[in-house]
């Protein structure tokens, strides 16, 4: 992927309203941290409308994918302060989100927050209960395997080779 991420750096090298750049976590422990990366390599995007955090790519990790990506949702965007780029569904948004307070509009995210990471951490949950599940199976199938895998199998076997299962 690496390639491809700095191909992209030089596609967007000198452009005034994207940055593509790339942080090594291994010495900024402190950044990625406050920015919530903990696998790598994780790619974060930041414009107007995402967390404060950034939000987090999941599309194609190629160059094509990332160009097409950076092209069409990196720069200028519909929001509150570029409404001329927003189609009539996100006007139609912006303004129920002008009609509240700001401490609605502020317990409204702080509300969708809080589904979003509930749901990242169940699961996270659910996969560490599967990942249980699968070391027990695993290790089930593992002894029952071992306690079959006997001589007499070995010797059986042997008798089958040899030619002497002739009907």
């Not at 422990?29 to 974060?44: A, H």
């Not at 302060?81 to 995210?109: P, T, V, Y």
Request: charged content about 30%; some cysteine; hydrophobic content about 35%.
């Amino acid at each position: 992927m690496k390639p491809d991420w700095d191909r992209l750096a030089s596609e967007f090298e000198g452009s005034s309203t994207v940055l593509i750049a790339d942080v090594d976590c291994t010495v900024e422990k402190t950044l990625c941290s406050k920015y919530g990366v903990r696998g790598y390599p994780t790619i974060k995007y930041f414009t107007a409308s995402t967390a404060a955090d950034g939000d987090k790519y999941e599309g194609g990790r190629d160059f094509a994918s990332l160009k097409k990506f950076a092209s069409t949702s990196l720069g200028p965007s519909c929001s509150d302060a570029n409404i001329d780029l927003c189609n009539d569904e996100q006007k139609a948004i912006l303004a129920e989100g002008r009609a509240l307070s700001a401490d609605e509009r502020a317990a409204w995210i702080a509300d969708q927050t809080r589904q979003i990471n509930e749901a990242e951490s169940n699961f996270k949950a659910d996969v560490e209960k599967l990942q249980a599940q699968y070391q027990a199976a695993m290790k089930k199938k593992d002894d029952l395997v071992e306690s079959l895998n006997t001589p007499r199998l070995s010797l059986y076997r042997s008798i089958k080779a040899s030619g002497h299962d002739e009907l």
